[in-house]
């Protein structure tokens, strides 16, 4: 079946340091690739997705590039901010299914 | 305001008492859905509505069981909790399968 993998369970950076989250994805199809943010407190809500048909998606200074290559969508950021700190999921969408989630990476930006 | 509401926020119970947590999107969608997450931020799908139709159940436990009285509204009852439901549970609406709007969600404590 479909699956997410992120392996950082945590980072920690200091601001304007350049962040970068590992995602890869394991399916039979080209499926929806999407970054969930969630803040302390909230639920998680869309960062950015990209389709087979657009290879990268970008937002809010955050960039994602879709590599069926290698079967990965890490999520880069050049300078971060300490207002960034939140938990970031990767998610796959398939067919007519709800999204998949990955575990999730917390990211921690001092200031 | 267009939002997914829920309440209550917290809920601390005891083993084998009945709960009910309520939720409520005021963004005309079509397809709601209830996720738990853990205490390590695991994202799990637990059911999904589509116009008064359960379209996803992973396998949860049947002592819980979504209620929906309309497409604007999806409740979540556990008939007798259990130590392991402690979690937070996340609502969520959506009108394609790729955006899903979530609620702040309700924070389960069982004793």
């Known amino acids: 079946g479909d699956s997410v993998t992120q392996k950082q369970g945590q980072v920690t950076l200091s601001e304007d340091d350049f962040l970068f989250i590992n995602c890869t994805y394991s399916?039979?199809?080209?499926?929806?690739l999407l970054w969930y943010v969630q803040y302390l407190g909230q639920g998680p809500q869309l960062l950015l997705k990209?389709?087979?048909?657009?290879n990268k998606g970008i937002s809010r200074g955050f960039e994602a590039t879709y590599d069926k290559g290698t079967t990965s969508f890490h999520l880069q950021k050049a300078s971060v901010q300490e207002s960034d700190s939140a938990v970031y999921f990767c998610?796959?969408?398939?067919?007519?299914?709800?999204?998949?989630f990955g575990a999730g990476t917390k990211l921690s930006v001092k200031p | 305001e267009t939002a997914v509401f829920q309440t209550p926020n917290y809920h601390v119970t005891q083993v084998g008492n009945e709960v009910s947590f309520n939720c409520k999107q005021t963004l005309g969608h079509d397809t709601m859905y209830w996720y738990k997450q853990d205490s390590k931020k695991l994202l799990k799908i637990m059911f999904s509505?589509?116009?008064?139709?359960?379209?996803v159940n992973e396998t949860v436990p049947r002592r819980f069981s979504p209620q929906s009285s309309d497409k604007a509204h999806l409740n979540l009852r556990i008939k007798s909790v259990e130590p392991e439901d402690s979690a937070v549970y996340l609502c969520?609406?959506?009108?394609?399968?790729?955006?899903?709007?979530f609620g702040p969600g309700t924070r389960l404590t069982v004793l």
């Open positions: 399916t039979t199809t080209y499926p929806t």
């Open positions: 990209v389709t087979t048909a657009n």
């Open positions: 509505y589509n116009n008064k139709q359960l379209i």
């Open positions: 969520a609406s959506s009108r394609d399968r790729w955006e899903q709007y």
């Open positions: 998610a796959l969408v398939n067919n007519n299914n709800a999204p998949r």
